[in-house]
C-alpha cells in the first residue's frame, strides 16, 4: 500500500546497511534486486565476535566496509558537484 521509489543501485558484491552497522541501529531502507540474486548476511553478533576470535579479519572486514562507503559519499559528491554546473 506504501509508495515505493528507487533512491539507488548497488552492483554485485557491494555491501549494505553500513549505517545500522556503525549506529547498532535497524535498516531504515529495504533492499530489492531487480532479478535473481543471492544476499550474505553477516549478523553483527558475528562480527563483533570476530573481533575476539580473529581481530584482523575483523579489522580487514571494517576497513573494507568503509571503503566501500568512502566510494559511494565520494561519487554521490561528484554528482551532486555536477548538478552545481
Not at 573481533?51 to 566510494?71: K, T
Amino acid at each position: 500500500g506504501g509508495r515505493c521509489k528507487r533512491v539507488g543501485a548497488i552492483e554485485p558484491g557491494v555491501t549494505f546497511g553500513e549505517f545500522a552497522l556503525f549506529e547498532n541501529s535497524r535498516r531504515i531502507a529495504d533492499v530489492v534486486a531487480d532479478g535473481p540474486a543471492a544476499c550474505y548476511v553477516l549478523p553483527i553478533e558475528r562480527l563483533t565476535s570476530l573481533a575476539m576470535s580473529d581481530p584482523i579479519l575483523h579489522a580487514r572486514l571494517l576497513r573494507n566496509i568503509m571503503r566501500g562507503m568512502a566510494d559511494r559519499l565520494r561519487r554521490a559528491t561528484d554528482e551532486i558537484r555536477a548538478l552545481e554546473d
